[in-house]
């Protein structure tokens, strides 16, 4: 006779067959082995009715900070280091393709276009400015004219345009196009290390776990041509103290290069769309 107690694998057993009559067999698959984990994650804690009350608080809060500028929980996900790890298991780049890490908060879609060389700071910066270039050259060496380049990084002031409410529009994000010989440049100003929000639920849980809320210098790049696998990645500035402690877990070494006091320079190599 079964006894009248479920056990917990019962329990799971029953909510995962709750799944059986759905059609979408991608969605079912993914909601059954969260389902697992998450029971898993439950009995092998002992999570107390407290505990899960004040995750239930903390994802609520993190559902609240977010707005149309502020996405918390691709903070919160980043700084679980998911959002490498998705990277991680999607990146099929071949051997000396630009490795790829992650996204960030901070992109904007259609941001400013701009001409070979010019900058992406707005007119009239007080900072320094330097060039970076290089170019973008298939996995077989050859030159991709009119690769579209995304780029984005912090301002001086270790904000992005996004997060300042002093600025109007956009500022240190815009698009480029490789030229006929693949190459692309622009101006900007030096990036900087900075912090990742720390004022939302995410900053509270780096405080509570004495963690850094530091990310290493970088800009950030999106490159992109019809045919080609599109790479979402960073260039890390190699003097950048925070490069072994990054908050996001974003740093890889063959994406950290020289940065100067007149510029920086790094190659893309994108992978053929299979
Ligand atoms: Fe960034």
């Known amino acids: 006779m079964m006894s009248p107690i479920i056990s917990s694998d019962r329990h799971l057993a029953e909510v ?21 984990h ?5 009995t092998e804690t002992g999570l107390t009715r407290e505990e899960w009350m004040a995750g239930i608080d903390f994802l609520t809060a993190t559902g609240r900070a977010t707005t149309e500028h502020r996405q918390e929980f691709i903070l919160l996900s980043d700084t ?9 298991v999607n990146q099929h780049a ?5 490795e790829p890490t992650v996204f960030g908060p901070f992109y904007l879609p259609n941001a400013p276009r701009f001409a070979m060389g010019q900058s992406i700071a707005p007119e009239g910066t007080t900072s320094e400015e330097i060039v970076i ?28 345009d996004v997060q300042d409410q002093s600025i109007e529009g956009v500022s240190h994000r815009g698009i480029f196009r490789t ?3 693949g190459r692309y440049e622009f101006r900007t100003t ?25 990310r290493p210098a970088h800009i950030h790049f999106m490159v992109s041509h019809p045919g080609f696998r599109t790479v979402i990645t960073h260039v890390f500035d190699e003097n950048s103290p925070c ?32």
Do not use: C, K
């Not at 998450?38 to 439950?42: D, G, P, Q, T």
């Not at 071949?94 to 630009?98: E, K, L, V």
């Not at 030096?190 to 809320?213: F, N, W």
């Open 16 to 36: 995962l067959a709750s799944f059986d009559q759905s059609t979408n067999a991608r969605t079912t698959e993914i909601l059954r082995s969260l389902v697992t």
């Open 38 to 42: 998450l029971h898993s994650f439950v």
């Open 80 to 88: 679980l280091g998911v959002s490498m790890l998705v990277e991680m």
């Open 94 to 98: 071949s051997d000396g393709a630009t």
């Open 133 to 160: 270039s290089g170019a973008v050259r298939t996995s077989n060496g050859e030159p991709l004219s009119n690769a579209l380049l995304e780029v984005w990084q912090v301002m001086p002031n270790g904000l992005y």
């Open 179 to 181: 030229g006929d010989d």
């Open 190 to 214: 030096a990036p900087v290390d900075y912090q990742i929000p720390t004022d939302g639920p995410v900053g509270e849980m780096l405080r509570v776990t004495g963690r850094s809320s530091w």
């Open 243 to 274: 490069l072994e402690n990054d908050a996001v877990f974003g740093v890889r070494d063959s994406l950290v290069v020289e940065f100067t006091t007149v510029g920086a320079s790094f190659d893309f190599v994108l992978d053929f769309d299979s």
